[in-house]
C-alpha cells in the first residue's frame, strides 16, 4: 500500500480562525513533508520531518506550525493565516528523508477569506 | 544547490503521437532525477525515478526517460500518447544524503500541461 491520506479535502477558514490539516501513512516511512502548491506553480517545499523531529523548515511564516506526533502522522495548524495563504497543500512521505522517492497525498484545497 | 528547467510549459500532441517532455538539471552532486504527474485537483503521482545504475528508466502508463549525464537532461517520452495522458507533468531532482541537511529536498520544475487532442 503506497498511500498516503490528508483530511480535509476542501477548507475555508477566515484570517481569525485556527484549523488543522491531518497527514497518514502506514508504509513505515520515517521522513514526511509538507508542500504548498499555488495554482500554476509546482509544489515548494515547507517542512521536513525525519524520525518525528524537524529537519528542515524552509522559513516558513509562524502563523503555519508542523506537528509530528507519531511516526505515522503529520499535522499542519494554521493561525491567523493571510489570504494569500490560499493553496493546495500536500503532505508527502519516503523511507527515510534522502531515500529515492517521495509519495504524495491528495492534498488539502485551503481558501482563507 | 539544485535547480530543475523544463522546456515548454505546454505541450501539445495527436492521439497516437510521440510524447517528448524535456528536462534539464543542475546540480553541484549527481543527484535523483523524478518524472511526476498531476491530474486536476489531485496529488502528484510518481512516473519514475533515476538514482544510479542503468540510465534509461521505465516508469508506468508506457512513459521512460533518459538520463543523460553529459547534457544534464532527464526527458520524458512515451511512444503513443492516450487521452488518459493530458495533465500536468514536472520534473524534479533531489540530493542523495551528503552529509548536509538540505538533502531530500525535492526541487521541480514549472511543469509542462500535456495536451492530448483525437
Known amino acids: 500500500d503506497t498511500e498516503v491520506t490528508q483530511t480535509p479535502k476542501h477548507l475555508v477558514m477566515g484570517m481569525t480562525n485556527k484549523k488543522s490539516l491531518k497527514c497518514e501513512q502506514h508504509m513505515g516511512h520515517r521522513a514526511m513533508y509538507w508542500y504548498k502548491q499555488k495554482a500554476k506553480k509546482p509544489p515548494e517545499l515547507m517542512f521536513v520531518y525525519s524520525y518525528e523531529k524537524l529537519s528542515i523548515n524552509e522559513s516558513v511564516p509562524s502563523r503555519f506550525s508542523p506537528e509530528c506526533p507519531n511516526s505515522s502522522l503529520l499535522n499542519l495548524h494554521l493561525h491567523a493565516l493571510q489570504p494569500e495563504d490560499s493553496a493546495l497543500y500536500l503532505c508527502a512521505s519516503s523511507q527515510e528523508q534522502g531515500s529515492y522517492e517521495q509519495y504524495f497525498g491528495p492534498g488539502t484545497r485551503l481558501t482563507v477569506t | 544547490a539544485q535547480s530543475v528547467t523544463q522546456l515548454g510549459s505546454h505541450v501539445s500532441v495527436s492521439e497516437g503521437a510521440l510524447v517528448l517532455l524535456r528536462c534539464n538539471y543542475s546540480?553541484?552532486?549527481?543527484?535523483?532525477l523524478f518524472w511526476y504527474v498531476q491530474y486536476p485537483n489531485q496529488g502528484l503521482q510518481l512516473l519514475l525515478k533515476y538514482t544510479t545504475g542503468a540510465t534509461l528508466v521505465k516508469g508506468i502508463n508506457g512513459f521512460e526517460a533518459e538520463f543523460k549525464k553529459s547534457e544534464t537532461s532527464f526527458h520524458l517520452t512515451k511512444p503513443s500518447a492516450h487521452m488518459s495522458d493530458a495533465a500536468e507533468y514536472f520534473c524534479?531532482?533531489?540530493?542523495?544524503?551528503?552529509?548536509?541537511?538540505?538533502?531530500?529536498?525535492?526541487?521541480f520544475g514549472q511543469g509542462t500541461i500535456l495536451t492530448v487532442h483525437p
Open positions: 524534479a531532482v533531489s540530493l542523495p544524503n551528503a552529509g548536509g541537511t538540505s538533502y531530500g529536498k525535492l526541487t
Open positions: 546540480s553541484s552532486v549527481p543527484p535523483y
